[in-house]
């Protein structure tokens, strides 16, 4: 099976500023792994109708599926609904079924601030799901999420497993070897296995072990193939444990 891709763009001014702590591409990143897909891109821009829909329309077309994170409420910046339109050469459009989201949810209390929330790139589609009032939509492969972290993880998580795939498969080996000498052997076995992931993280200050060298791979034989050529490089006598 082919690896799906993916790329995650954060959306706000107040990212770019400091004036806000951006926590949805840390949730994301982890979803999209646990899940198979291969997260190939994370970038952050401002609220510009014209950045979003360049760089919308350029990772739309590179990759499987885009998430889009911030932009998306009643006032003046929130520009993300407009910006994904733009990047398809569609109009933006007030959807029905949004808009009777809104009046059973205010009722005679409406304005167009809060019809503003109706609005999407036309031909969206909306993905409802158990335990959410509010669909996901999504334009072509365009997710488009809310910048509120708590909001953007339970909608993930109700629509997560439209994206599952074959999970990775990990292994780390904890070594006291440094990560110097090291190097050699990780250039080999990486060359030797292509179609493995082979990572080295060295640690500083910690007495229990100098670095850490991960496997990863789809298929369990191939990161099985590749610990047991590692194995038989490392030094037994440092070898710290494998998880």
């Not at 790139?121 to 910048?147: D, M, Q």
């Amino acid at each position: 099976m082919p690896t799906k891709t993916a790329s995650i763009i954060i959306i706000g001014n107040e990212i770019l500023t400091g004036k806000t702590r951006e926590k949805n591409s840390e949730f994301l990143i982890d979803e999209l792994h646990r899940l198979g897909i291969a997260l190939r891109r994370i970038v952050v821009i401002p609220d510009d109708i014209e950045e979003i829909a360049r760089v919308v329309r350029e990772h739309a077309a590179r990759f499987d599926y885009v998430f889009t994170s911030g932009g998306i409420g009643p006032t003046h910046d929130d520009l993300t609904i407009a910006g994904v339109a733009r990047a398809f050469g569609r109009a933006v459009v007030r959807n029905a079924r949004l808009e009777a989201l809104i009046r059973e949810l205010f009722g005679d209390g409406l304005d167009e601030a809060r019809m503003r929330m109706a609005d999407t790139p036309e031909g969206s589609e909306l993905i409802a799901a158990e335990g959410l009032r509010w669909p996901v939509v999504v334009t072509e492969n365009v997710y488009i999420f809310p910048g509120v972290p708590e909001i953007l993880r339970s909608k993930f998580t109700a629509i997560r497993e439209r994206f599952r795939t074959t999970p990775y498969r990990t292994t780390s080996v904890y070594t006291q070897e440094d990560e110097f000498d090291l190097a050699p052997r990780l250039s080999r076995l990486a060359a030797e296995h292509p179609d493995v992931e082979i990572g080295s993280y060295p640690t500083f200050g910690r007495e229990e072990y100098r670095v850490r060298i991960t496997l990863e791979a789809r298929e369990t034989a191939a990161v099985q193939s590749a610990l047991s050529d590692l194995l038989k490089n490392l030094d037994p006598n440092r070898l710290v444990r494998i998880e």
